[in-house]
């Protein structure tokens, strides 16, 4: 089993929709979450993170956690075309300032 | 923020020859990493870097394959040594940073995107 699971995707939703980006982890020692974006031919930067449950909001962006049932999640309100690309989900669970990695969700947003 | 330059950002090289990706930050840091990505699929954590002692590397990657060099705190590189068509792929150099709360986050690069033939 990974330490974090995140659904690769292709997710397709139409412009002005919410979505929805989920990862679940297995280790409840982890603390910090993170929210990266990663549009094509372009490094990840970035998004958002979280450290207790509950949510977090930036604009358009909310992050959440819930501990108890070790999932996370990203939505996105008034969704643009702008807003497609790769959004992978990471934890602070590593050794050695290493981050683990969910596997990236592949969203598209149709104009 | 940190500010990573990489370079090249792409390159076609032909079997058995070395390349040498060369990442350089805006500001000192402790920790540097070196990811390998596929089309399509998450990272993949080759190695971490420190300043002043040896790279350590994840399983499935060696030195021999893969030499890094740190030489100071705003610059490290990667050679992907005697390529072959499997070591196409994205390779990404990214820093350690602090987050609010002292969450340990990290910057990337803009990547470099490797073909060998």
């Known amino acids: 089993q990974k330490e974090v699971e995140q659904d690769p995707g292709p997710l397709s939703v139409p412009e002005g929709a919410i979505v929805s980006l989920n990862c679940t982890y297995s280790n409840s020692a982890f603390q910090y979450f993170m929210w990266y974006r990663q549009y094509s031919r372009k490094g990840p930067e970035l998004l958002m993170y979280t450290y207790s449950s509950g949510n977090k909001e930036d604009g358009r962006f909310t992050a959440q956690v819930d501990k108890s049932s070790k999932y996370i999640s990203l939505f996105i309100r008034d969704s643009q075309p702008s807003d497609s690309a790769t959004y992978l989900c990471a934890t602070d669970g590593g050794s050695n300032y290493q981050l683990i990695w969910g596997a990236g969700t592949k969203l598209i947003i149709k104009p | 923020s940190a500010v990573i330059s990489q370079k090249p950002s792409r390159d076609i090289c032909q079997r058995g020859t070395s390349l040498t990706i060369q990442c350089q930050v805006d500001?000192?840091?402790?920790?540097m990493f070196w990811y390998r990505q596929q089309p399509g699929q998450s990272l993949t954590l080759i190695a971490t870097a420190n300043q002043g002692s040896e790279a350590t590397y994840e399983s499935g990657f060696v030195i021999d394959k893969f030499p890094i060099s740190r030489p100071n705190l705003t610059f490290s590189t990667l050679t992907v040594s005697n390529m072959s068509p499997e070591d196409s792929s994205i390779y990404l150099c990214?820093?350690?940073?602090?987050?609010?709360?002292?969450?340990?986050?990290?910057?990337f690069g803009a990547g470099t995107r490797l073909s060998v033939l």
């Open positions: 500001s000192q840091v402790t920790m």
């Open positions: 990214s820093v350690s940073g602090l987050a609010g709360a002292g969450i340990n986050i990290q910057y």
